[in-house]
């Protein structure tokens, strides 16, 4: 990984499910039995400070994993955090098959609230709790 600074994006390199369990035990293996989600990716972020305004560009692409199916080749997205509430973040994503967008709020320092419509159909939201480690800013 490498992180982002004034003039560069942040660079990741990294995957999903890449194991199996079964009789090999492999990182790329071929079998496609509880690997449903496999990928692997490289993305870049970029944050940019604009009138007061906190707009994200990310861009990645992936090989999709054995099934071809998760994040088959090139996906990206926008965010955007507002001066006027920098708790809030609206975002657009292309996930390489469909458009979604959604929205994340920060409640009292703890509180996530966020929903999201998936190919701008699909309705969905939800709410976590921030956890802040002892030495942690916030």
Do not use: C
């Amino acid at each position: 990984m490498i992180k982002e600074s004034k003039l560069r994006p942040s660079l990741v390199i990294g995957g999903n499910d890449l194991y199996t369990t079964g009789q090999e035990l492999e990182i790329i293996s071929q079998r496609t039995s509880n690997r449903f989600f496999n990928s692997t990716f490289v993305v870049a972020t970029k944050h940019l400070d604009v009138a007061d305004n906190r707009i994200g560009f990310t861009v990645g692409i992936s090989n999709g994993g054995v099934r071809k199916q998760n994040l088959n080749g090139v996906f990206g997205g926008i965010s955007f955090a507002p001066a006027f509430l920098p708790t809030l973040r609206l975002m657009a994503e292309y996930d390489a098959e469909v458009v979604s967008t959604g929205a994340d709020i920060l409640l009292w320092k703890h509180l996530y609230v966020f929903g999201m419509a998936y190919d701008l159909k699909h309705f969905a939201g939800g709410l976590s709790y921030r956890f802040y480690l002892k030495n942690q800013a916030h």
